[in-house]
């Protein structure tokens, strides 16, 4: 097992650089700082410099990303000209907030999905599974943005209407109190959530049907065991090893929907600053944001490798 | 005198989309303690569906009639808690594939340490104490370190083993080999069939071996009851089955084993046609398209089962004017 | 149940046997749920790029006395905060959304496939090479790094497809890599090296054929994702831009006014979203058809 862990853990660390380089390579091709700034050549040369300086925009492009892995390593990840404050400070004080929503959400959905597939696959064609294979086929077809809007519309605008009063805030983040916090809190991980769950749950619905129809189910039924002890211990283990590598995916893909329930409910996360320094362009907080959500993405990847192998000990001893 | 097993009657029928599968239709056998009893007949033949409807393990789309008496209770009227108790402590059920049918995820160790933990009250550690002891039994070397592994790390004879061990451990009245070597090599065939025989006699097993393979059927039956579109056939004890035969299909079924004795060059035998639809099956003996005896009587009605001497029953209309097949 | 049978079971109960084809159309057309949304998925369609010239509006003529009116007779949605008509605006975005989806699907399938296919069938280095490269492609969060490259080069609807291609071949690769590799060591391929035919000839004629149904399932899947980001981006206002209109970017525009007219504002979502039922329902449709092992409700 050890041997596994050392091996994938190695193997990720190329995969980790490599995608910090094209990455950087990326923002630095997309972007041009220089835009506004060339309009108003010969008067503000010197603003023009400055820039030029800052982000080394003389060197070729190619290398420009040694420079910011030196300065990384010392913790240096640049100044956000956008926000003022270095890019470092501004990823984690973001990065917090915007792991407030992400992660709740994340184990919200997962737990969910994993119940509604165990129950789900139990009462195989009745009305309830129905019903609940119909909602999550809705789900899918939901892209975050709408979810975000249709729940905004519903408890900003309607609910308030017909009732009076505001259960959940639906443009800021409050966190005077612990009550406040969740009000605020639970519109953007309800968006999160919905998306998640209709996915994770069609996908465990179909493993768990096969899974209950194995040779393997039968015969623990053939030893007697309880019901409960076939689901729960000789079912969902093996339906786990391919949730796992899903719920990996759905984390690197949850930090992309952060970004967009950020924007609509004003949550001070990642997303909305993200969407700034792109206009901008703020070169040094884009490329910080981008590196970190991909590094997140890379390490979460490997923590399911690592889970899969722990999970199903074919894989270990290859 | 009171058998072990008294099936009455079984019919088991299935919805599916094209229509009511009749996979097993007024079966009734018996099964006496410490004998070992083969079910032979083609795939498809109702022979699995019969055992797994024994230990109610079929799904939803089944539907299941009749009686089956064992130790004096009816496993059809118990319930399902109650029926959690027969299985894997007095009626233990091996399987075809041993790969598929064992947890890929958990040791084999902890899959036989499972069923005895159970069924008893005892520790985890009794437990697998226990289940060294069975892979000893059934012959598992090296069974201490063994008893650690995975399935996968098993060959397919080891894995068939480990099944039995699974089966056996609570030393239960009754096992039931559904197929259990026709997914194995035929070299290990012999030995799997072995280990059950030695089982057998050192606790004193019963066995229902179904199979459709009639040369496995010569070394360990005691008994034999050929089985054809969901009903009995012919039933008799082994040597009777073999040599004196009052059933056409059970010698088509015979006839066309390959022989080591025949004359090489001579083409191999088999049944023509085809196996009848078990949803609309064809009216009269469910054989007579495919039989060489065929008369009139076969094609108007479905022949019962007789007795054509002591211990000895067919289902054919012309067992009396047939006489002994050969 | 299987194909074998089925096909059994027809020949027994006397039916006539059908190739397997002619089987999987068939299972097709039982599938009513696919049927129907085929069928409306095709008339949206047709709305989108032929039901604006119904109306004598045009997607940008302003008239501030019209502001945000209900539907009407001349205003079949109504009109927007500056009284453009919302009915001609949102048909318009449906063809240019559906365009970019169609472009995406073409140019992804295009590079999925070749990638795919030379990945799964030559193996070894060639095949880790493009493997690492599409891991790496799947496992980043796609949309930040989407917005990146679309916020520079997605400002038009070509443009937006060519971004989004750049992601979205890396799915279909896969599965035709996974196809590719099961097929060549099958027996007719080894018949065919035998013979001495070329690798090219080897993977259209005898591989390729027998990945296309799982292309198809995957090319309904891809459009309804491509649909989804090309909204989504652009209803962060790093898609297509103004003022070519799309349903994402018709959203962001109108957002404002979310407070007086939500369902106004919505509207072009919910295009998107029966696009994509639509769409998934065709696709578990043709993935019954094609695979009938596969228990569907």
Redesign the interface.
Known sequence: MLTYVVRRVLSTVPLLIGAMYLVHVGVSATSDPLASLRLCLPRCQEGYDRIVEIYELDQSIWVRPFAWFDDALRGDFGKSEAIGESVASVLVERGLNTAMVAIPAFLVSALLAVFLSVYSSRRQYSKTDYALTGFSFLGLALPTFFVGLVLQVFWGVWFPKWTGFKPFYTGSMRTESPLELLQSITLPVLTLVIVSVAAESRFGRANMLEIISSDYVRTARAKGLSERQVIWKHALRNAMIPLVTLWALDFAALLGGSVITETIFSWPGLGPAFVIALTKPDLDLVMGITILTALIAIIFNLIADLLYGWLDPRIRLD | MTFLLEVNRLDVRFR???GMVQAVNDVSFTVSKGETLAVVGESGCGKSVTALAL?R?L?RTATIQGEAMFEGIDLFSIS??E???????RI??I?Q?PM???????TIGNQIA??VL??RDCTKNEAKLRAIEMMELVGIPDSKRRVNQ?P??FSGGMRQRA?IA??IANTPSLLIADEPTTALDVTVQAQVMEVIRGVQESIGLTVMLITHDLGLVAGFADRIQVMYAGQLVETSDRNRIFYETRNPYTRALLNSIPSQLGVPGTELKTIGG?P??L??PPVGCSFHPRCLHVADACRASRPDLEAVGTNHFSRCHRSADLGVLR | MTDLVEVNLREGLGKESLSLGRLALRRFFRHRPAIVSLFLLVLMILAFFFAGRLSNYTFDAVDVTKRLESPSLLHPFGTDEIGRDLFVRTMLGGQYSVRVALQVALLATAIGTILGAIAGYFGRWVDTAISQVINLILIVPALIVLAVFAQRFGGSPVGLALVLSGLLWTRIARVVRGVVMQYKEQEFVLAAKAVGAKPVRIVMRHILPNVVGSVLVEITLLLGTAIVLESTLSFLGLGVQPPIPTLGNLIQQSKGAIDDAPLRVLLPGFFVVFFVLFINFLGDGLRDALDPRSKRQ
């Not at chain 2, 598929?100 to 958990?106: D, E, G, I, K, Q």
Request: charge should be negative; avoid cysteine.
């Open positions: 599916t989309e094209l230990m393990l799904d399902e808690k029926m959690q108790k027969v299985r894997g402590a233990g059920m399987f594939d598929t049918a064992l947890n890929p995820v958990f499972e069923v159970a069924h995975y996968h790390e099944m699974m089966a085809n009848p639809s949803i609309s």
